[in-house]
Structures are given as C-alpha cells and as structure tokens.
C-alpha cells in the first residue's frame, strides 16, 4: 500500500463516521413523555367569578399574541413570543384552564434564547371543537 492511498483512507474514514454520527443526533426512536389523563367528561366545570374573570383577561391577551397556529390530530399548537410576560401569561393561563377544564393536556416548549415558546392544547375527542368553540384560539 502506497503512503498516498493509506493517507487518503483515513480521512475519508473519519469523515464518513461524523456523517453517521451527525446524521444520528437529535434522531431519538423514543418518544419524550407526555402527561395523560383519567378519561372522563369533556365538559367545562363551574368556577368562581374571579377565576373567570381572571381566565377571560389571560386568554383575550394571549389571543392576540399568536404568532402561528398548528392543527394537531387531538387539538392545536400555539407559537407565542418567548418573553418572560407572555411565559407568565401561558403559566397564568393554564393554572386557570385545569381548574375547570382538567381534560385538556398542556405542553409548553420554551427556547432558551427568549425567541418562541409554543402551548400545546391537547385532549380527547371534542377537545379541538371546545378550543375552538369556547376558548375562540382557533378562528
């Protein structure tokens, strides 16, 4: 073997192996974990006048700070600026709307740079026509 073809075979060896690495990374077979709930009604329950209150002027804010809206097969996904005071208002917003709507999933995806966040509204079946029925996320 010449010192021209064993220098050649070992880059392109390297180099085909941070190909199949690189290829590899973020590429998971797992799922993350969601969260799940016990099946039961799909129904808002009663809350107090100030929860009420509270939930309208949380999500008429939020209403107006959707960036995009994805449909999702068991509900939508909502992409926010990642400003701390929108973050305040997603958290606001879902402590509110498990309190009277506990079929709902929440998902909440925030990138460290402050750029987006995203909420996930997820449910069993009904839940995408209560999204966008009552809560109006959804035009």
């Known amino acids: 073997m010449s010192i021209i073809s064993r220098n050649f ?3 392109v060896l390297i180099f085909s192996m941070l190909i199949i690495w690189n290829s590899s990374i973020g590429q998971s077979t797992a799922s993350s974990p969601k969260a799940s ?8 329950k009663p809350s107090s006048p100030k929860l009420i209150k509270r939930k309208e002027a949380v999500l008429k ?3 107006q700070q ?4 994805v449909e999702l097969s068991d509900g939508y996904a909502f992409k926010f600026p990642g400003t701390d005071k929108v973050l305040d208002e997603l958290t606001e917003f879902i402590k509110t709307e498990r309190t009277c709507c506990d079929f709902f999933i929440f998902g909440l995806s925030i990138s460290g ?9 997820t ?6 026509d209560f999204i966008t029925g009552e809560l109006g996320l959804v035009e």
């Open 37 to 44: 709930n016990q099946p039961g009604e799909l129904s808002c």
């Open 66 to 69: 959707i960036l995009e809206t």
């Open 123 to 128: 449910g069993p079946e009904g839940a995408k």
């Open 61 to 63: 804010s939020l209403k």
């Open 9 to 11: 075979k070992t880059p």
């Open 113 to 121: 740079d402050k750029s987006e966040a995203w909420l996930e509204l």
